[in-house]
């Protein structure tokens, strides 16, 4: 017979049973795995499965929401049965093999009762009362990008301000000081209320409602190539109500460089506001950081060639493009290759393997990637605005140039024209464009000029200069 329980207080799920002890256990998600260990044997065995895991040498935290199969080595485990089950790190239950774990959140508070409930005394709320940050990346799937650089310096200049941070669950860690509140949870709805300043890089969504002086600063994420918002092919009413509602959300902008200033400002709509053209917070660790803890926590080694491989999404998938077999590229450079799949990629992709091989979409910071990277292969991504600040080579690999281009997106210029790297359209022309020893002399001058158009605030200063128009503001109390 084998039963199943979870031990609340060891945040661990334990499956036991009679006979012979099995060989394994595991519980295998699309971005995390975690394996057992066994105990007991002859008459009875127990493997017991943690529900935390520490990835990238950082803190032990929650496995990531989602789908899990549950297996034991030898093991029926059809019958297993545990109904939803809320720990102090996350909710979990078990149907055979299949097991789901989610967000803490308590049920009642995901009914409809129960959100609309949360929703009225949130709109009802005089907010903004407190000495606060309310930060948010990527729609709280990761704690990274432009908020949390400027979270770094924040906590530093400002140490009396409390900072929230919006996850999706606990599994997404927050900086050191900071408090992660989980979206739709009670403290979430709270902590946006009464914050008296909000960071976010993307869209605020449904539900927000501004309180008498609270102040909303939108970063964005990236300098744009393909056509944003209102800029997007096809003409669509309700795409257009809604990018003016949400940019009417916010108060100040935040840009890389004047290009980004010109082409944002035009796409949302964004006029009689002010933008702040400061170069992006999150470059700065690629002009002062120190690559060498990101190798270690990656496990890669000093001497190796590491290549990063960082495409884009698209409109008309949800999983991450599959133009580069990873395995095959690491032998063909003799490198390690990193695959960073873009955020909307995150929740349906699963990780990618094999030897020599890291796929880092779960990491919090795409910049200390940026960091470690000695070449990049990217396609449309803004990535590459950022990623030309090191002055490393970069490889534009773009086998549905004419499709995105022409169909998918549309570009602001001619990349084909512009780019500081040649574009290729299979793996086979990208190693061989790798490999030439007169590519980067060829692209010199376009990288030289590339620079100075996109990177010129990029100098390691960003984080605190918008920090110091912050507090300037009187936004915040030091």
Not at 160 to 178: C, F, I, K, M
Not at 199 to 208: A, G, Q, S, Y
């Amino acid at each position: 017979m084998t039963t199943a329980r979870i031990d609340e207080q060891a945040q661990t799920l334990i499956v036991s049973g009679t006979g012979p002890r099995p060989a394994s256990a595991s519980l295998e998600g699309p971005r995390a795995r975690t394996g057992a260990r066994i105990t007991g044997g002859g008459r009875t065995w127990k493997a017991t499965l943690p529900l935390r895991v520490s990835r990238w040498g950082g803190a032990v935290l929650p496995l990531p929401a989602g789908v899990y199969e549950l297996a034991v080595d030898g093991i029926d485990v059809d019958g297993l049965e545990i109904p939803p089950t809320l720990t102090p790190g996350l909710r979990i239950e078990v149907h055979g093999a299949r097991v789901i774990i989610a967000a803490p959140i308590a049920p009642i508070h995901e009914t409809p009762v129960g959100l609309r409930t949360l929703e009225q005394r949130y709109a009802s709320q005089i907010g903004a009362g407190e000495n606060a940050v309310f930060f948010e990346s990527f729609y709280g799937q990761t704690a990274g990008c432009n908020p949390r650089a400027i979270d770094r310096v924040l906590a530093e200049r400002a140490p009396a301000v409390t900072r929230y941070w919006s996850v999706t669950d606990l599994s997404v860690e927050v900086p050191e000081g900071a408090i992660a509140v989980v979206e739709g949870g009670p403290d979430w709805w709270r902590a946006r209320a009464e914050s008296r300043l909000l960071i976010v890089n993307d869209w605020l969504r449904r539900r927000f409602v501004r309180k008498p002086g609270q102040i909303v600063l939108q970063t964005w994420h990236g300098t744009p190539l393909k056509r944003l918002a209102l800029h997007r092919p096809g003409f669509d009413p309700r795409r257009m109500a809604a990018v003016i509602k949400e940019s009417r959300r916010w108060d100040v902008l935040l840009a890389q460089n004047t290009y980004a200033a010109r082409v944002l400002k035009k796409a949302y709509a964004f006029f009689g506001r002010p933008i702040w053209t400061e170069g992006y917070p999150r470059n700065d660790v690629l002009v002062s950081g120190d690559p060498a803890p990101v190798r270690s926590a990656l496990g890669i080694r000093p001497e190796e060639r590491v290549v990063l491989y960082a495409p884009t999404w698209r409109d008309d998938r949800d999983q991450m493009v599959d133009f580069v077999d990873p395995q095959r590229l690491a032998e063909q450079t003799d490198s390690v290759v990193l695959v960073r799949g873009h955020s909307r990629t995150i929740k349906p992709g699963r990780d990618q393997s094999g030897a020599r091989v890291i796929d880092v979409t779960g990491y919090p910071e795409t910049a200390r990637l940026l960091l470690i990277a000695d070449v990049l292969i990217t396609d449309y991504s803004s990535v590459m605005f950022d990623f030309s600040v090191t002055g490393r080579p970069m490889f534009f690999l773009v086998p549905d140039l004419e499709h995105y281009r022409g169909e998918l997106r549309g570009f602001y210029f001619d990349l084909d024209a512009r780019a500081p790297g040649p574009l290729v359209h299979s793996q086979d022309e990208l190693v061989a464009a790798m490999a030439d020893p007169g590519v980067a002399e060829a692209y010199r001058q376009r990288y030289t000029a590339w620079q100075a158009q996109f990177n010129r605030r990029d100098d390691g200063e960003a984080a605190d200069r918008v920090v110091s128009r912050i507090l300037d503001q009187g936004w915040l109390t030091a």
